[in-house]
């Protein structure tokens, strides 16, 4: 088989019970329930981080964050720095080693500065913004109007191929699908084989829909019939894109990926009419924590992948696995070697389509003086918090996720050895992360404008 055309596709802030096909049942989104049909759903699927930059770093590196060079939020002002130049991204390998023409559309997120922009990460074209929200409509990023530093007022973010273009009052979920779907027809032309990144901001507030999805769940309170609409533009989107993908007959050697970039929000100001309270428009399920929180909520995150002919369909696996490991997979699924790279992740390839179930292996995630760990059935949180701006919730917390998916019960005094074997090991490589950080990566140690 020629190597196959790649669609990787990720939401902002979609929580993990926030399609029908992961249990909603106030809503439907049949577009992305038949993607998983007929495909493979990840029941044990993580992003690489609990908020957004450091998880797209991830899932574009096949590193743990940290060790891409992202271990934040990035700010959103036009010199921020962001993705280092030299770390190897998934476009730029399949560009330079196989011929791949290469395209995104949506939010890039991962710095401003020119060394960070998408065209110097490796994509022929791209269409979208830069920084980590705008509205909907304007395009116009408002988020760091009150506080300090660079980017204080409000800053225009809508570009093609780096070049800034103003397109006001075009909902941009829309937009999005739209522009992907003209990178179809235009690689289509081509006997190369294609990458296309769909990164949609969709459900990040503010919280906008048109008027025609909000009327599909009037039924709804408010907080959850944005969120619904907002949800059924995406997988409207994600219906049309494939659409065109078997309109020009690829549907059989396209190997397509849709995952969240970490779950819900409960930031107060997803609310647009001044109410302080958290926000409950988004659902993690049966989940513990939310956005920028370390347990499951934060960063279990729904995940599908779908190669016809391939992975055969109907399969639901439930080995952890993550958006780390998208690089190894996709390069694997084209052939090209990945000795020479350093990766966190693995291909998962051999699992969806021969049903090999992955060797056991830790995984790792840090984020704001939070460390979490998964082993198996074990996770391991220490210094956990709920959301941002919450308490510690415990300094450490042991749980079984087989038994307890909701990280309800602490089992620190019951398995104390286990305990602080991963104890040990998570506090060992969270220290060689900040150390390589210090290192390596810090914009203030290179002299960038952070």
Known sequence: MSQPNVIVFLTDDQGYGDLSCMGSTDFCTPHLDRLALDGARLTDFYAGSSVCSPSRASLLTGRFPGNAGVRAILHGHRKAT??????PTLPKI????AGYQTYMSGKWHLGLADESRPYNQGFDHWYGFMAGCIDYYSHIFYWAMNNPGPGRNPMHDLWED????????????????????????QAAKSDEPFFLYVAYNAPHYPMHAPKEYMDRFAHLPWDRQVMAAMISAVDDGVGAIMAEVTRQGLAENTLTVFNSDNGPSRESRNWLDGNQDPY???????????????????????GIIHWPGTIPGGQVLNAPCGGFDILPTVLDAAGIATGDLELDGTSILPYLAEGKVPDERDLFWELNGQTAMRRGDWKLVLNGKLQEGAPVEDDIHLSNLSEDMGELHNLKEQEPKLTESMKTAAETWAAGIEERWQREFSPERQGLTS
Request: aromatic share 12%; net charge neutral; proline share 4%.
């Open 162 to 185: 780096n070049e800034e273009i103003w397109d006001n009052g075009r909902y941009f979920t829309e937009a999005i699908t739209d522009k992907a779907v003209s990178y179809i027809r």
């Open 280 to 302: 409950y428009g988004g659902t993690t399920g049966k989940l513990k924590g939310h956005k920028f929180s370390l347990y499951e909520g934060g960063i279990r995150v729904p």
């Open 94 to 97: 399949l560009r330079e080693q």
């Open 82 to 87: 962001g993705l280092p130049e030299q770390v």
